[in-house]
């Protein structure tokens, strides 16, 4: 008798846990949502993560915010939403600095498998290999051609050391034996200025940062490091198109929220910005910045990341690259 009293308050437990987190999950948001972007305003992250969080906040009916925390290549953000309450008001939009940073710094303030809980990949620009307008290549296997044939000669262009478009440069280098001097720039825009002036007139960049030159004719986009062209840039191919494998690398703005985040809110969230980057107004605005929109499930995004981690590890093993 005992034994079947006991027994029927843990399932009076147990049905009065699970209403709650059904009853949580319908009630969310029922306050302001924040979105920590790591970087400072007016990037591609931010701006990619604006244009969700205005959507967000139409669908939902309750404020989604932005909250710009710069600084550390993303790390004091990313830290910063890692200590947050996993409860659904604190979500980050990184880039790809959270799948290269675990491997390129010393000390981590976070760990990206036990701090976070994946939510989809809103989209990614494909790193593209680009070139001054006078340059004498015309694609990507003419100046693989021509860095062989002079060692050493000429420069190539990077938007700063740890990021992806950097990596994809290294790994182009280990990739074919190359033998080339790499500069690494404090962003996009001086590293764009000086590929426009031929000052380094070779460059690996998020396709977002040199769009408009290519656009303009100012730079000749060789390849694309992703799987599918861009609508934007119908012209310019991917890197397995022209015979080239192995080398895909792109800068993404993925979602996380904190480990503890309910797995309804998780699956909600997932739902909302994947149907969100392919409505026809958000789409037409992501792919102006050169990001292609994806809304991927979190069991993909997840294998994504873990993939990515593993991608870049072997390239700054094998390449000998110092931690920060």
């Known amino acids: 008798m005992r034994r079947g009293f006991f027994g029927i308050l843990a399932l ?4 009065s846990f699970g209403c709650a987190s059904a009853l949580h ?23 990619a993560g604006r244009i969700v969080a205005q959507k967000l906040s139409e669908r939902l009916h309750q404020q989604f915010f932005i909250e710009d925390i710069g600084g550390a290549g993303g790390n004091i953000g990313m830290a910063a939403a890692a200590r947050s309450p996993g409860d659904g008001y604190t979500i980050l939009f990184a880039s790809s600095s959270i799948v290269v940073n675990p491997n390129l710094y010393k000390n981590m303030p976070f760990d990206v498998d036990r ?16 070139v001054n307008a006078d340059f004498p290549a015309k ?13 050493g000669k000429y420069s190539v262009a990077s938007p700063g050391n740890g990021t992806t478009p950097s990596l994809a440069i290294e790994m182009l280098k280990q990739g074919f034996g190359l033998n080339f001097v ?39 986009a060789l390849a694309l490091g992703s799987r599918q062209r861009l609508e934007t840039l119908p012209d310019v191919p991917t890197l397995a198109e022209v015979g080239i494998n192995g080398q895909d690398s792109e800068t993404m703005v993925g979602v996380f929220v ?23 107004d958000v789409k037409k605005r992501l792919l102006e910045i050169a990001t292609i929109p994806d809304g991927d499930s979190s069991a993909d995004f997840a294998a994504y990341v873990k993939s990515e ?16």
């Open 25 to 47: 999950a319908a009630d969310y948001p029922d306050h302001p949502v924040k979105i920590i972007v790591p970087f400072p305003a007016g990037g591609s992250t931010d701006i």
């Open 182 to 220: 790499t500069v690494p720039f404090a962003g996009g825009g001086p590293m764009a200025q000086s590929v426009m002036g031929g000052f380094t007139p070779i460059t690996c960049a998020a396709t977002t940062t040199v769009v408009g030159l290519i656009k303009s004719g100012k730079v000749r």
């Open 115 to 130: 701090d976070f809980i994946p939510v989809t990949k809103l989209g990614a620009s494909p790193n593209s290999w680009a």
């Open 258 to 280: 904190p480990a503890g985040t309910s797995q309804a809110v998780v699956d909600l969230l997932q739902k909302q910005i994947a149907e969100i980057v392919h409505l026809p």
């Open 309 to 324: 981690i593993a991608k870049w590890k072997r390239v700054i093993e094998i390449g000998k690259i110092d931690k920060i």
């Open 12 to 15: 009076a437990a147990a049905l």
């Open 139 to 151: 694609t990507m296997k003419e100046l693989i051609d021509v860095i062989k044939a002079h060692p």
